[in-house]
């Protein structure tokens, strides 16, 4: 069962944008990607709302989120979240497909 969440970075001066930027050319975004059981990692900006950054993230199950969020990475992403003054809001989805195959 696959695991989406949707993660909001809201700031204020572009600098949402700054730090999805940063996590960019950090090589922090290729890193997590780069993860067993990542099976995606993209940031979108939403057109009505120039200070905040979407990110899709998703995962192939729990196990790997919770390896994920064990990670140093996740001391990256936390530090440069409280540079960019960032609040954060969290929508978790799971893929119930599966269950509904025949």
Same mark, same amino acid.
Request: glycine share 12%; hydrophobic share 30%; net charge negative.
């Given at each position: 069962m696959s695991i989406t969440?949707? #993660?909001?970075?809201?700031?204020?001066?572009?600098?949402?944008?700054?730090?999805?930027?940063?996590?960019m050319s950090r090589g922090i975004v290729d890193a997590v990607r780069?993860?067993?059981?990542?099976?995606?990692?993209?940031?979108?900006y939403p057109m009505e709302d120039p200070e905040t950054v979407l990110l899709i993230d998703r995962w192939r199950?729990?196990?790997a989120l919770d390896i994920h969020?064990?990670?140093p990475m996740m001391t990256q992403i936390a530090e440069l979240r409280t540079k960019y003054h960032l609040r #954060?809001?969290?929508?978790r989805y799971a893929d119930l497909k599966e269950q509904w195959k025949a």
């Open positions: 969440v949707h #993660l909001y970075y809201t700031g204020t001066g572009g600098s949402a944008r700054a730090f999805a930027e940063e996590m780069a993860e067993a059981g990542n099976e995606g990692y993209a940031y979108f199950d729990q196990e969020h064990k990670s #954060l809001r969290v929508e």
